[in-house]
Structures are given as C-alpha cells and as structure tokens.
C-alpha cells in the first residue's frame, strides 16, 4: 500500500528558449516559456523533494548570472527566477522549513535541476553513480561544478528501486548519463511518473522525440527511454507528467492545493 499523501507542483522559476532545446531536430526558432518545477511530496515515512531548481545567487547577481551564463555558452540567457520561488519561500508557505524535508531525489544534475541544493538541507540526496561521474566530466555545460560540491548528504545510488512504498525510481537515461524518473502512487487517484526531463513536453511523449540535448548525442538511449516511461504509465494506469510544458503546468493544482 502506498505511503504517499500528498503531492505538490512548485514553480521555481521559468526560461525562455528555443524549442529545439526540448524537442531535438525540430522547433528551430520557436521560442517557449518552460517552468522550471520541483515537486513536494509528503509521506507517511517523511518528506521528498524531487528537483530543486535553479541557485538564485547566480540568477541574481550581476556578476554571477554573466560569469554562468554567459552567452557563448547559453544562448537565451538565464531563466526568470525571483525570490519568492526559492525553496524555503515555498515551504514557508506549508509551514515548513528546508529542514522538515528527509530525501532530496534528484533527477539529474543540470543547473536548473540541482542548482537550488543550496536552499534546502535534506537529510539525504538521491543521485545516480552514472549521474554525478559525468557531470564531474566538464562535458556538458548544463552541469555547473559548484551545485554540488562540498560536504553533502549524497546517497549514491546505482539502478532503480523504492524510496517508500509508493515512490519508485525509474531509469531514463539519454538527456544525461544517469537521469531518473519518479513514480508516485498517489492514495487516490492515478499513479503520477515525474518524467524530469526525460520527457520535457507531451509532445516528447506523443511523437516519441528525444530532448534537444543528449548525453554523448544519444538520441537513441532518450527515446528508448520515453517508450519506457509510456510503458510503465500503460502497465501502471499511470500520467506521465512532463516537465517542462507550461500548458500541462498549469492544469496542475497550486498550493495550497494539492494533489492526492
């Protein structure tokens, strides 16, 4: 029986860029809005943030957002984040604090997807072997060292298994070398699979795309990946929820809303 109780959509932040980043080898000069989402999601055996976000110091800072993303490298510049979509600022509205979440599960370690592991302090963080030895490699500029460095609570992790009962990694490797998807068994309705960027529109899933960016350009490792995550959802009864579609986003519930 599940242990889930509640799942909650946060918005973190937004970027606007070319479509080809999410839909690879179309969408050239389509320029969309994507949310940036992590998801609370509490338990009976403790709290798991799945993502964190963006590092708000280096969106803000002058200095900081041209030296991370300076133009060569990122075109489209840096997303839009403003301080009230910190982590703590979304907890505060729970009544929660950094300190009341137990695992941080991390998808993969792009800047937008770990970049926030500076706000919160989860008694574990959830990453793929796979994961962190390539983003150490310095070969994907989507990796910004200093995420995640330092002294963290890393809970190194090879292969799929069980978080709780209810809460599932899935293995979706090809946007990155060790990216992870979430299954959450919610107690009432349907299971929910957090695609992380696996699948970053439903357009991924429908027509079977692979992300714009992959990991060593294995675009074949992605969509064997999304065929994976339809046949989980199939077996399962289960939506798949991509993650960076703002029209799905904003069919979501908001806090203090909350999806059970």
Not at 170 to 175: A, L, M, R
Not at 189 to 196: D, E, F, I, Q, T
Request: hydrophobic share 40%; with cysteine; charged share 25%.
């Amino acid at each position: 029986m599940t242990r889930v109780n509640k799942l909650w959509p946060l918005l973190t932040a937004t970027h606007r860029y070319d479509k080809s980043l999410s839909t690879r080898g179309t969408g050239h000069g389509h320029i969309i809005q994507a949310p940036i989402l992590a998801y609370l999601i509490e338990t009976s055996n403790g709290r798991i943030l799945f993502d964190v976000g963006c590092d708000y110091a280096k969106i803000a800072d002058a200095k900081l957002r041209a030296q991370y993303y300076d133009p060569t490298t990122f075109a489209f510049g840096a997303p839009e984040m403003s301080e009230a979509q910190r982590l703590p600022n979304h907890l505060a509205g729970m009544g929660l604090t950094p300190a009341d979440i137990d695992v941080v599960f991390l998808s993969h370690l792009h800047f937008d997807h770990a970049g926030g592991l500076c706000d919160v302090c989860g008694k574990e963080v959830h990453v793929q072997r796979d994961e962190i030895v390539a983003a150490r490699t310095g070969l994907d500029n989507a990796y910004f060292a200093d995420d995640f460095k330092g002294d963290l609570p890393w809970k190194i992790k090879q292969g799929e298994y069980e978080l709780v009962p209810g809460v599932r990694a899935i293995s979706t490797p090809g946007h990155t070398a060790g990216h992870m998807s979430l299954w959450v068994e919610l107690p009432r309705g349907a299971p929910v699979v957090l695609c992380g960027d696996a699948a970053d529109l439903k357009e991924n899933l429908e027509y079977e795309i692979a992300p714009g960016l992959c990991w060593n350009d294995d675009s074949a490792l992605a969509i064997d990946s999304i065929r994976k995550l339809k046949q989980v959802a199939k077996e399962g009864q289960a939506t798949l929820w991509p993650n960076h579609d703002m029209a799905f986003y904003e069919t979501l519930k908001r806090f203090p809303s909350f999806h059970e």
